[in-house]
């Protein structure tokens, strides 16, 4: 079974002081016109916002890095409960059940939140500044760059660059990410 992700930090008043940050889930395997109803989103909850005392602590690399491991800490809780069970998980569907593995298939969510749950750079100035592919962005608009060139952020990559401590090479912060776990 696909699952589908949904996630986008919104602003609850007009002065926009207060703001909730909630992740949706919703199956991909039920057809388009179906799962695009808003019946067919179920809340998984809200993800924490954490707060800075000043601009001088929301700009330090200790109050990023906690922003970071707290984003993931809550993304662990909130999808370990699909994915603790390795022979996986019964689902009801109104009075039928269905077994499956359950796989993420698409996080649907704004630019600045993929780099979020990817834990690559923020920056547009950054060596690497897709959260998608590992080229450079002096060749990002480089129309005769060819497939085999490109180097994708997948799963393997990013461990390697994790593992042997090059994160900054790979424009990677130095955060071990929850998606590398799952399946």
């Not at 799962?35 to 700009?59: F, H, V, W």
């Not at 019964?90 to 039928?96: A, H, N, Q, S, T």
């Amino acid at each position: 079974m696909l699952i589908i992700l949904y996630s986008n930090a919104i602003t609850t008043d007009t002065l926009g002081k207060n703001s909730l940050y909630p992740i949706y889930i919703s199956l991909g395997n039920i057809c388009t016109w179906r799962r695009n109803k808003e019946d067919a989103k179920q809340l998984l909850g809200y993800l924490p916002i954490i707060s800075a005392k000043d601009e001088t602590e929301q700009k330090s690399s200790n109050f990023k890095k906690l922003a970071r491991k707290t984003f993931h800490t809550s993304i662990k809780f909130l999808l370990d409960p699909l994915f603790k069970e390795k022979e996986g998980i019964d689902l009801k569907i109104g009075d039928e059940k269905l077994w499956f593995y359950p796989r993420i298939s698409t996080i649907i969510c704004d630019w600045p939140e993929a780099y979020t749950f990817s834990l690559t750079y923020k920056s547009a100035n950054s060596n690497y500044p897709c959260h998608l592919c590992l080229v450079s962005k002096d060749n990002l608009a480089n129309t005769s760059l060819r497939e085999d060139q490109m180097v994708l952020c997948n799963h393997k990559n990013m461990i390697e660059y994790y593992n042997s401590n090059t994160t900054s090479l790979a424009s990677l912060e130095q955060v071990y990410n929850y998606f590398w776990d799952i399946p």
